[in-house]
C-alpha cells in the first residue's frame, strides 16, 4: 500500500505560482512513475506532468514552460511548480503513482487550485 497527501494548492492572481507537493508513506520512487494530473469542472482528468523512475520528464503542452515537476528521493516528495498561472489553469490536482511493474495506481486525494483575480 501506498497513501499520497497532497499539499500546497489554493486561490492565486492570474500570472502568480504555486507549489504543489505529494508526500508519499514510503520510498517508492524507483520502483514508481510519478504523475500530477488535474479535472476541472465538467472535464475528464488529464496528465499535468510526469516523471519517471529514473527522473526523466513529460509535460503537457498547456503547461510547457510554466510547470515543473521534481522530486526529493530523501523526503519521498514529488513538487508540481506552477509559475505563470492561468484562470484554465483551475482544477482539482491529484497525484498518481503507478507502478512500473504491475502498472497499478496510487492516487491521493487531491488539492484545488483556483486561478481567479
Known amino acids: 500500500q501506498v497513501q499520497l497527501v497532497e499539499s500546497g494548492g489554493g486561490l492565486v492572481q492570474p500570472g502568480g505560482s504555486l507549489r504543489l507537493s505529494c508526500a508519499a508513506s514510503?520510498?517508492?520512487?524507483?520502483?514508481?512513475?510519478m504523475g500530477w494530473y488535474r479535472q476541472a469542472p465538467g472535464k475528464q482528468r488529464e496528465l499535468v506532468a510526469s516523471?519517471?523512475?529514473?527522473?526523466?520528464?513529460n509535460y503537457a503542452d498547456s503547461v510547457k514552460g510554466r510547470f515543473t515537476i521534481s522530486r526529493d528521493n530523501a523526503k519521498n516528495t514529488v513538487y508540481l511548480q506552477m509559475n505563470s498561472l492561468k484562470p484554465g489553469d483551475t482544477a482539482v490536482y491529484y497525484c498518481?503513482?503507478?507502478?512500473?511493474?504491475?502498472?497499478?495506481?496510487?492516487w491521493g486525494q487531491g488539492t484545488q487550485v483556483t486561478v481567479s483575480s
Open positions: 516523471i519517471s523512475s529514473r527522473a526523466s520528464t
Open positions: 498518481n503513482a503507478n507502478n512500473i511493474l504491475t502498472k497499478y495506481d496510487y
Open positions: 514510503r520510498s517508492i520512487f524507483s520502483l514508481y512513475a
